[in-house]
């Protein structure tokens, strides 16, 4: 479908009405609703984050982009909590850890085995496999020891023995 020229006209007279407004105001409109963040933002907001930790005061860095400390704060704000986040990407728990809270409720809790928490898991899982995932038992295909499991196998574990996800580091 080819677009008319009026479309493109319209198109260019918003990008050049954004970029005005953003000239004049700092952030855009749309980030400035709470839209959601544009890439413009987010990349302004990780080059003031890198400025005000170099050292830069944070009044010299908005008055750089001619922002207000509010929108200067607001744009740092969410760059940190993406660097944040980045940190946390690819983290998973280690089996060891995992068998040792399994190795706790064992303990604290008389009578219970690692098939009843096999069983008590959602959905549950077969006593074998349990031993498989969690590395007391080799892998079928490699005959190697298991050294990470998933988050969501983490979270079912932690879960099954009566524990907050979150207390399973990587969780």
Not at 90 to 96: E, H, K, M, N, Q
Request: with cysteine; net charge positive; glycine share 10%.
């Amino acid at each position: 479908m080819k677009r008319g020229a009026d479309d493109v006209n319209a198109a260019s007279v918003r990008r050049t009405r954004r970029r005005r407004q953003r000239e004049d105001g700092g952030i855009c409109p749309a980030c400035q609703a709470g839209e959601g963040m544009c890439p413009s933002c987010v990349a302004r907001g990780a080059y003031l984050l890198g400025l005000v930790e170099r050292g830069m005061d944070l009044a010299q860095a908005a008055a750089r982009h001619r922002l207000t400390l509010a929108q200067a704060g607001v744009l740092i704000d969410h760059a940190r909590d993406r660097s944040g986040l980045r940190a946390l990407r690819g983290v998973r728990p280690s089996t060891a850890d995992a068998r040792g809270w399994i190795e706790w409720a064992l303990a604290h809790e008389p009578g219970l085995t690692r098939a009843a928490i096999a069983r008590r898991m959602a959905p549950a899982m077969h006593p074998a496999e349990f031993d498989r995932t969690f590395g007391y038992a080799p892998r079928k295909h490699d005959g190697r020891r298991a050294q990470w499991v998933s988050v969501s196998m983490g979270s079912r574990l932690m879960l099954a023995i009566g524990r907050a996800p979150h207390e399973l580091q990587g969780c």
